[in-house]
């Protein structure tokens, strides 16, 4: 039951509505209090309650704040338009910075960036005029990192990213044995005409104009090191001699480059070691050698509970290594069963030959006969194939097996492993960059602004992604990216005004939040 109390603060007198409600975890009632009624007077001897004044007069908008503001902290802390402005000048930083923070936040139109940012806590937090913020406004500073100026090629985008890099290795720390960075690359959708970058060819887009984007990312921090554009029709393995030139004017060192089997070559890993830098990768199945490596030892010699690790989800692997020779070098070299997909692969291979031989339907048999192959040959008769038993055994002895190598023979066989299954870091960015960071499909045309876009807007998106996630780890938060950008979801910004005076407030911040928080020093942008 609720009741009136008259409360002293400060020398002044308030009167108050309040209730008692039990406290479980304390065991012990509690007073809450459920309206301010005013402050107490005295006139005469008699008391006299002034009622309190409405605070505020209207509530004139809200706005989602959480993740934004997230964002612009990230950048704040690790220096991002500093490090920009060196390079292109403090107007066209803050509007590649703003572009960035536009990915992250899920791509608007650069027509509408004026707009948003009037509309968000961002026009408070920049030394610019929004109206100023056209779309020619945010070309010009595209232009600004890479154009074309009399037929010849003007980039600035790799001076950036050795900045940003720099930078967060000033924050981080980079006093390691080995650097390993992970290599991949993704292919992005293109909006337009084929032109001198964006072509058909590999990957995932293949059959129509796409272009490539490559990342280089850190193994120990997730920070990426590199981000640049690939031609539609260049196949992955061509990017790996520019990569290594660049690394090599960054004067880096101890560096072991960790790729998927797309990267591999013969010519790309001996042009590695001549740069002094060594190679860890999975074998492709295309190549002979690897396969003969694969099928090297039977089963029972490699599934041996001295030779078992332990993989995410529950899962176990069974792997045995040595020094060999692979693709004209001396290489620490896993061979690597995974039970389960052993079983999985043989038990769908046998089912879809039984099915083949029993299938009336033609279309279907057709399709069967194309993903048997090369199990499955044309031969004459009734049926017009034949099962090749020799293949089938090949194929039965590498089910579930796959080959890794590193040049530098002095790493463990279980720290290859280890090392070669953390590069699904690299693949997570990819997945970032076309979700969170809306990198697909890209709808800039000029070449200059499509490579300005991959190496710098999308390389600094990406930056603060993985800078967040650093953070999350270094103190042991135990909450994921994800689910941290849920809760800053839940968090809006509210326009208080009294007086005429514009008061901001963010809603839905408790105690636990505020916690939650604090290693990012979010609340310090509440003003």
Known sequence: MSFERTITSRGKRYRQIVESRWDKE????RIHVIRHIGSVVEKDGIEEVIAAESRFESIDMAYPVGNIALFWKIAESFHVKECLSDAIGEENAMAILL????????????????GWIKRSPLHRWISLDPEKMTKDYFLSALDSISSRIDGEEESRSMSIQHGLSETWKGIIGHEHPRYFFYQDITRIRWNGQENEIAERGYGAQTGRPHIGFGLLVSRDHYMPLAGYPVRGSNPDKVTVRETIDNLSSWKLKRITLVWDRGFVSRANIDYALEQKYHVLSGGPHTSSEV????????DSVIEKRENIMEMPGERGIYFKDEIGTLFGH?????IIIDPEKRDRTRTERDLAIQRLETETSGKIISGLKASLSPIVKPAKGRRGYEIDSSEEAKARKQDGRSLLFCTDISMPGKEIVKTYFQKDRVEKAFRYLKGDASLSPVRYQLPGRVEAYLSVVNFIAYEIMAAIMWKIDFHSMRISYEDLMDKLSAISEVVLVRKGKRIYRWTTVSQEMQKLLKPFDLMSLQT
């Open 26 to 29: 304390k065991k012990q009632s």
């Open 99 to 114: 572009l960035a923070i536009n990915q992250l936040m899920g791509r608007k139109a650069l027509t509408k960036m004026s």
């Open 291 to 298: 396969n003969d490596w694969i099928s090297k030892y039977e």
């Open 330 to 334: 001396t290489c620490r070299i896993v």
